[in-house]
């Protein structure tokens, strides 16, 4: 996953770059709660959060895998009010503080270090993802971590009314794969079915989240 999530990376940053982006910053995104600049602070985390966790010691906590860790996460199913969900848009909007030209910078050195250290991390690295104070391997963080470019990368396109960037495949399988796993444990298999391939019995949403 180390290649991949490079790519996803270095999109988030090209998008991230887009004048759109710095010339709408205070105004409200496409989710609610979030500025664009509030949101493109939460797409940058994605890439700041993986350097910050490889700088962390190991952890002691319970190894868990991919769908280990999405059962542990407070985010999903909460409302838009809940404290996690709060936390995250504050946390957002803070890091926007300093300016569109300041976290892009930092994105950007971030990514070229990122290229350096990630290749050489060994394949059973296990890192504490921010959410929770478990261990989950490096590449299943990885993993995380695309999905979120992926997902934010559209919320802030959409936000500025720009084309979503393009992903290569190798970006998007694991992504696809992670959300169709969620999707399927929080719907069944007949639900995600029919969305798939019956349009007349579909049910009204299948999202993961």
């Known amino acids: 996953m180390r290649e991949p ?29 979030f500025t664009v600049g509030g949101l493109a602070a939460h797409l940058a985390g994605q890439v700041l959060f993986v350097e910050q966790t490889l700088d962390q010691l190991p952890p002691g906590g319970d190894e868990v895998g991919l769908a280990g860790h999405y059962e542990r996460v407070r985010w999903i199913g909460a409302d838009l009010d809940d404290e ?68 934010h990368s559209d919320d802030l396109a959409c936000s500025l009314d720009i084309a979503t960037p393009p992903l290569p495949r190798a970006v998007l399988d694991p992504v696809f794969a992670l959300l169709t796993d969620l999707a399927l444990r929080r719907h069944g298999p007949t639900a995600l079915l029919r969305a798939l391939s019956r349009a007349e019995r579909a049910p009204a949403t299948i999202a993961a989240f």
Not at 20 to 29: L, M, N, R, Y
């Open 84 to 151: 996690a969900n709060v936390a995250i848009r504050v946390s957002g909007e803070r890091l926007a503080a300093d300016g569109a030209a300041e976290l892009l910078a930092r994105v950007r050195d971030t990514v070229d270090r990122l290229r350096e250290r990630l290749p050489a991390e060994p394949p059973d690295r296990m890192v504490s993802p921010p959410a929770g104070p478990w261990a989950l391997r490096l590449d299943d963080f990885l993993v995380t971590r695309m999905m979120e470019i992926a997902v």
């Open 5 to 33: 999530y490079l790519a996803a990376a270095a999109s988030a940053a090209e998008l991230l770059a887009d004048p759109s982006v710095a010339g709408s910053w205070a105004a409200p995104s496409a989710l609610t709660g």
